[in-house]
């Protein structure tokens, strides 16, 4: 974006020109994240860091009500735990990182750097689950992976990056099935109610599930360049790891059983979600559910009332910290009209504005960053009305983005329609599969297209595969993704 007649908003790419380098730049600009001199690897700022937090905390919430504790697991694994699950390391083998000496000695045996705890974990419940009265083990861990990636973006594909993990173990099919969904259901929530982000639900397709699981389920957004972000994913791994690993326990009819697994997670690309979910033309817009500060109070100050505003603002900042996270801008090196630049890039939800006349009112301005308004309410006891205003941002930021998903998708039997819409228009494309591995294929080769997720609901009448015409169909969600 251009530098506006007083200079503010300088060095943001249009969205509508360059979306990956708008992206970038309110990242940047934002402070979020910078570069470090290790390809692929970021430093997460403090103020990108407080938004994650944010994330954090509410999740693990909801995560912990399930039923489910929080431990910590290492972070190397020796290539031979690797190697017991080929399926496993053949889906990973590529992204791992190898650790080969220790100081000055050489290792004898290779360690991998997780790329994800499976194999560290289920050895481990191999060793812990002895019986029934073992299971269920509800466990999740927030920790770092590593994935030599290839091409990376900030957020949303780094070398390291942060994220939760949960793995299970259960006496059943149907309680481990159970447990997927209800995961899934969980992320949907947060994602929706949290995030304010619009998702599909459904089921991978097998060439896009998670390696070695028996069925992965995921959460699909769309950004607002048409593409969608796989924004969590819950797996049903069946017992093929518990087989591998020997994870058995005695069933209380004297009988040694496998048990049945599931793993499920999101990582910090919550964030690039975020930013690409609900960024505009001035930067970022944050959900005050997230916001690291949800109210930003700016007093202009001049010499004649100086003291008696900033008495104001002060004043008020000690009322409201304890209700809201709240930030007083006094600092005199910066002028209004900058301040109110920065942080509407930095997406706070409401900006607080306190003056000579607004004293004179007994009232001060207050302005939104989800659509702009601006109005007065009084200095005395505000807190009511802010907070309705921040549960209002909260709705509205959803409403807006789901009137733009709703906006962008197509349903479509025909290919040649199917081509047009992904080249011109993009989003999501509601159309007949067979189920066939070769026709996903050729749709991806030829459109860039892959099927992001397949609906729990599907249509009563069978059609034709919009690719081979064969009959027997799932109607499925296409896009282009992250």
């Known amino acids: 974006m251009k530098k506006d007649d007083k200079g503010y908003v300088q060095e943001i790419q ?4 360059d979306f990956s380098r708008w992206y970038i730049d309110v990242v940047r600009k934002a402070d979020l994240a910078d570069y470090f001199i290790v390809k692929g690897c970021m430093i997460i700022k403090p103020y990108g860091y407080a938004l994650w937090e944010n994330i954090q905390q509410a999740l693990d919430r909801r995560i912990k009500e399930t039923g489910h504790q929080n431990a910590y697991f290492p972070l190397f694994c020796p290539e031979s735990l690797l190697q017991k ?26 360690l991998g750097i997780r790329p994800t705890s499976e194999a560290i974990i289920c050895s481990t419940y191999a060793k812990w689950i002895r019986s029934y009265r073992d299971l269920p083990v509800l466990i999740n861990q927030w920790a770092n992976v590593v ?10 594909r780094t070398t390291e990056f942060l994220w939760q993990e949960g793995h299970t173990a259960h006496r059943t099919e149907e309680e481990a099935q159970e447990e ?58 069946g017992q093929h790891f518990a087989r591998v690993f020997d994870i058995k326990y005695l069933d209380e009819d004297q009988q ?10 999101v990582s910090t690309r919550l964030i690039g979600g975020v930013i690409m979910t609900h960024g505009d033309e001035r930067g970022l817009r944050l959900p005050p559910s997230i916001a690291p500060y949800q109210i930003v109070i700016i007093p202009i100050l001049v010499k004649k009332q100086r ?21 007083l801008d006094d600092n005199d090196k910066f002028t209004p009209g900058w301040k109110f630049n920065e942080y509407e890039m930095k997406g706070v939800p409401l900006r607080i504005e306190v003056g000579p006349r607004d004293l004179q009112k007994d009232q001060m301005m207050v302005v939104r960053r989800d659509n702009g308004e601006k109005n007065s309410l009084p200095l005395a006891n505000p807190e009511k009305q802010l907070g309705d205003l921040l549960e209002d941002i909260q709705q509205n930021m959803f409403k807006q983005a789901l009137e733009f998903r709703e906006k962008n998708p197509s349903r479509t039997e025909n290919f ?28 991806k080769d030829r459109t860039k297209a ?30 282009r993704a992250y």
């Open 14 to 17: 249009d969205q509508e020109d």
């Open 85 to 110: 699950e080929a399926d496993h390391v053949e889906g990973f083998a590529p992204e791992v990182a190898w650790v080969t000496q220790g100081g000055e000695e050489p290792l004898e045996e290779r």
């Open 147 to 156: 994935r030599w990636e290839k091409v990376t973006r900030l957020f949303l």
């Open 180 to 237: 997927t969904l209800k995961m899934l259901n969980v992320y949907t929530e947060f994602a929706e109610n949290v995030l304010a982000m619009p998702v599909l639900k459904g089921l991978k397709s097998d060439s896009e599930k998670f390696a070695g699981a028996q069925k992965t389920y995921c959460i699909e957004g769309l950004m607002k360049d048409g593409k969608a972000l796989q924004a969590g994913t819950s797996h049903n791994l």
């Open 256 to 265: 040694e059983k496998y048990v049945w697994q599931t793993s499920w997670g």
């Open 307 to 327: 003291e008696e505003v900033l008495a104001k603002v002060r004043e008020l900042y000690d009322k409201m910290k304890d209700t809201f996270r709240v930030k």
């Open 416 to 443: 040649e329609e199917f081509q047009k819409v992904m080249e011109e228009k993009r989003g999501f494309i509601y159309s007949p599969w067979c189920g066939k591995a070769s026709c996903e294929e050729h749709i």
């Open 450 to 479: 892959t099927i992001r997720c397949i609906p729990f609901d599907q249509p009563s009448h069978d059609t034709s595969c919009i690719w081979c015409d064969e009959g027997d169909t799932r109607w499925v969600y296409f896009a």
